[in-house]
């Protein structure tokens, strides 16, 4: 039974000893890896790419040089603007179609002019959500994009696999 164990043993002993051995032959790789290292500076400002955008909705995609994305925030800006004026010009007609109805029928007026009227200003004011929603989404676009503009998507250089770096500063 003594000789079971004391074999046994051995056998652990001489297997295990592989598993915690080193391996040394990616540490030059890695050293000039870390003395490569310095200190991130971003390329772009994040706040500058808001501003940009603020005053010209699209202009912060372009200092983040996301040009294909200018069309796409004009084109639903100009959409939802266009209905908006769309449906404040047919809320304005129904409004002074309702009012000389009253006129007309004291008390009662019309209640289609009356449903209309209300019909096109709950799509004003909807359409009128969705433009400053637009607005808004842009400058938040604006504002990530320039914080993505230096993530490198590059392979690591040992593995040859790609490599996802975090970065999280407590100044």
Request: proline letters at 4%; charged letters at 20%.
């Amino acid at each position: 039974m003594k000789n079971i164990i004391k074999t046994t043993i051995l056998l652990l002993l001489l297997l295990t000893a592989t598993i915690f051995s080193q391996d040394t032959s990616g540490t030059d790789q890695l050293r000039a890896m870390s003395e490569e290292d310095s200190v991130f500076i971003m390329q772009k400002s994040p706040w500058g790419a808001v501003v940009r955008s603020v005053v010209i909705p699209g202009f912060g995609q372009l200092y983040n040089e996301s040009y294909w994305k200018i069309p796409v925030v004009w084109g639903f800006l100009y959409y939802f603007g266009s209905v908006w004026k769309n449906q404040n010009d047919y809320y304005i007609e129904y409004q002074k179609l309702y009012k000389s109805s009253l006129l007309e029928f004291p008390g009662v007026g019309i209640s289609e002019y009356q449903r209309l009227r209300n019909f096109y200003r709950n799509q004003r004011d909807e359409f009128a959500v969705y433009f400053f929603l637009t607005y808004f989404l842009q400058l938040v676009d604006a504002y990530v994009d320039s914080h993505l503009f230096d993530f490198d998507v590059t392979p690591n250089k040992i593995s040859n696999l790609p490599q996802l770096n975090l970065r999280i500063n407590l100044n």
